[in-house]
């Protein structure tokens, strides 16, 4: 039975990612941080359902930022697979708390590395290395060799994190790669990132319980793909024989004002109705436009994208619209017994 060590295991990709190494016999490893309160919705159904878990599943208290505590994990787990996925995500927030986002996007991933290589554990390792590292593009699309131009603190973290990563697969042979994954989303998406933040709004302006939608830069383009797709190129990634590095994408890229459309249209709304700008959501330097090639991964181990967008902005809705009738039957009790919402991810 293969062991894998995740970091960042109760966000989106870790929920995702855990789920799906449990469904391939793996022993599951993950990462939390000791908070007054828990954060473990995402994966509270791994434990719930012992045909998904069994007893496969362990969390341990810790912190990125801390070396010793991820010495000792690593010397009594010996994972074969270690994922990195935790980090200060949020690209906006990233020009408010620059230098926390530098020490847990960017050096966390050296605290890693070195830990690796001082215990010689025998870890495949994968670095969650961003689209965002492209910034103001120097190509359309951007593949493996676009070079980089971050636009943001967190962009500038992850350049720091992916070339880390080369560097000691370069310098000490150890098996570390990195994705590069443009925008992936889900009904896991954290509340505050533009398309949840689209969907909920959706759905409680659908349902009442909301007037007005603020945003910021609605030219911006994305390449958007599914989450749950996402995570199976991060295990393909190191499945192969060779280290090396894989954009993963859609080709396919949609403004924020697209999203909305979808999004709104879905419910038989217009976005135009609801939708006001807030200078305050607007990033000093902006990323105007990205879109990857992922015909290399296409090429060395079969991924390629099956959602389209329309399909992702839909079932977001859908979760969220389910979400809001849940909470509602929760606070004025089950009028509609026969409603079937279990079936929704969240």
Not at 101 to 122: F, H, M, P, Q, Y
């Amino acid at each position: 039975m293969k062991k894998a060590l995740i970091t960042g295991i109760t966000g989106q990709d870790g929920s995702y990612l855990a789920e799906l190494l449990l469904a391939k016999d793996y022993e599951v490893h993950g990462i939390i941080r000791r908070a007054s309160t828990f954060n473990t919705g995402r994966i509270d159904h791994l434990y719930k359902d012992p045909h998904i878990n069994g007893v496969r599943l362990f969390l341990h208290y810790g912190d990125i930022a801390d070396s010793t505590n991820l010495i000792k994990l690593l010397y009594r787990i010996q994972p074969d697979e270690v994922y990195h996925l935790a980090a200060q995500s949020h690209v906006r927030v990233s020009f408010d708390i620059p230098e926390y986002t530098g020490d847990v996007t960017g050096l966390s991933t050296i605290r890693i590395l070195e830990a690796i290589r001082e215990t010689g554990v025998k870890s495949k390792f994968y670095q969650a290395s961003s689209s965002e590292m492209f910034g103001k593009v120097a190509e359309v699309p951007q593949r493996e060799t676009t070079p980089f131009h971050p636009r943001s603190p967190y962009g500038v973290a992850k350049v720091y994190a992916h070339w880390a990563t080369v560097n000691y697969r370069e310098s000490y042979d150890l098996f570390a790669c990195c994705g590069i994954l443009f925008n992936h989303e889900s009904p896991r998406r954290g509340e505050t990132f533009v398309t949840r933040k689209i969907t909920r709004a959706v759905a409680r302006i659908k349902s009442g319980q909301q007037k007005k939608l603020y945003l910021g830069n609605l030219d911006a383009k994305r390449d958007w793909g599914y989450a749950r797709e996402y995570v199976e190129a991060m295990w393909a990634i190191l499945q192969r024989e060779t280290a090396d590095d894989y954009v993963i994408a859609t080709g396919e890229t949609h403004s924020v004002a697209e999203f909305l459309s979808e999004a709104f249209s879905h419910v038989g709304l217009d976005w135009h109705n609801y939708v006001e700008l807030d200078p305050k959501y607007l990033r000093p330097a902006e990323v105007d436009i990205l879109i990857g090639d992922a015909s290399k991964a296409r090429r060395d181990f079969g991924w390629e994208p099956k959602v389209t967008f329309k399909e992702l902005v839909r079932l977001m809705v859908d979760a969220d619209v389910s979400l809001v009738n849940r909470d509602e039957r929760e606070i004025f009790g089950d009028t509609d017994p026969a409603g079937a919402i279990s079936s929704v991810t969240h």
